[in-house]
Structure formats: C-alpha cells, structure tokens
C-alpha cells in the first residue's frame, strides 16, 4: 500500500531523496527507518518530521498530500542503507517497499 | 538504556510450531507495546502483530491470524511470539521492536531487537 522507488543513487556531499506513496497518505502520519545490511532498523524519523535522539540533523521528512518524503542533506557514505516508510492504517502498521540508497 | 534482546535462531520443520521471546528493559515494560515484524531474505518489513504488554490484548495483522500467538510475562518483563503451521515461506529474521506512541496519538516503533531467524526446512 506504501510505494517507494526502488534504488536512489547520490554523491556523498549531495542531497538524497526518497518518496513514499499511499493513497491520502498526508491524513496519516509517516515514519521512516534505516536499515543497513544484518542490522536491525533504526527509526529516523517519526511523526512526519520529528528526529529522535541521537538522529543527524542531516535526516528530515516531510509529509503532504498522496506522498511522505525523506530528505538527507550532506549525504554520507555511512548513509548508505535501505530505508522503509511506515504509517499507522486501521490499527495496522504498513510498511514501505523500501529503497536501497547507494552512495556513489 | 532500553534494550530489546531475543532469543536464538531456530531451525524447524514444516508443520511445526515455533516460540521467539522478547526480553525488554532500560524502561517501564507495562508502558509500552511489543510488536512483532519479519523479514524474509532480501525483502520488506511485515509487521505481524502488537501486544498490549499491560493487559495482554493483542492484535494480529489479518494474514497471521489463527497462527500467531503473542503473549507476555510481566514479572520478567519478557514477550514472546508464536507461529504455528510452519511452511517454508516462515522462513525469515523476526524482530520485537516497542512502539511509541507520541503526542499526536499515532505511533512509531523507536526501539527494536537483535532479531531472531527461524528456518523451515524438512
């Protein structure tokens, strides 16, 4: 139900953005997750906008009409993971298809 | 600092039943749900379920129900999930992760465990 663009490429320095895509997705609240190859996911993003603890400033969302959207600014090269979307949806949580962001 | 730690893999066959435990703490475990979310290699996050770690209700994302059983031992801050009828398509990292619901009453998963795989194979 959440779409997101498989692969994002960016220079390390650049901005990445990822996109996520539901039907009236901007009624709801988005959060993201990072997750990097055997790990765990990292939550980075909650409530559309907000940053947990310990989360680089780097890191913002943004949430409007159909589509949710993460922005890295300065991109890393320890950026370099798959990212998911996620919402609350009757009672459920539905996750993104994900996206591989390489840094080039 | 609150950790989530699991137990360990698992290698089961088809048809049979499987049992992860969540051990929480570095927080109140009553506060807070336990979710239950799986990864089949390469692939997305499916969420499974939550349990309300107070009262003990739950709520199972429609494709697990009558197969998943979530359940908690408060006196030693422990959740736990069970997934019978195994096939192999089970086969995946199992993740407990708290969610947290913030102030505009929608909530996130802020904290996660080290994952648990379970394989079924015959």
């Known amino acids: 139900e959440l779409t997101q663009p498989p692969s994002v490429s960016v220079s390390p320095g650049q901005t990445a953005t990822i996109t996520c895509s539901g039907d009236k997705l901007g009624d709801k609240f988005a959060c993201w997750y990072q997750q990097k190859p055997g790990q765990s996911p990292v939550l980075v993003i909650y409530?559309?906008?907000k940053r947990p603890s310990g989360i680089p400033e780097r890191f913002s969302g943004s949430n409007s009409g159909n589509t949710a959207t993460l922005t890295i600014s300065g991109t890393q090269a320890l950026d370099e993971a798959d990212y998911y979307c996620?919402?609350?949806?009757?009672?459920?949580?539905?996750f993104g298809t994900g996206t591989k962001v390489t840094v080039l | 600092q609150v950790q989530l730690v699991q137990s360990g893999a698992e290698v089961k066959k088809p048809g049979a039943s499987v049992k992860v435990s969540c051990k929480a703490s570095g927080y109140t475990f009553k506060s807070y749900e336990i979710n239950w979310v799986r990864q089949a290699a390469g692939q997305g996050l499916e969420w499974m379920g939550w349990?309300?770690?107070?009262?003990?209700?739950?709520d199972y994302a429609q494709k697990f129900q009558g197969r998943v059983t979530m359940t908690r031992n408060t006196s030693i801050s422990t959740a736990y999930m069970e997934l019978s009828s195994l096939r192999s398509e089970d086969t995946a990292v199992y993740y407990c992760a708290r969610g947290n619901w913030g102030v505009a009453a929608t909530p996130s998963l802020d904290y996660w465990g080290q994952g648990t795989l379970v394989a079924v194979s015959s």
């Open positions: 349990l309300n770690s107070n009262s003990g209700n739950t």
């Open positions: 409530e559309d906008s």
């Open positions: 996620q919402a609350w949806d009757s009672s459920n949580y539905v």
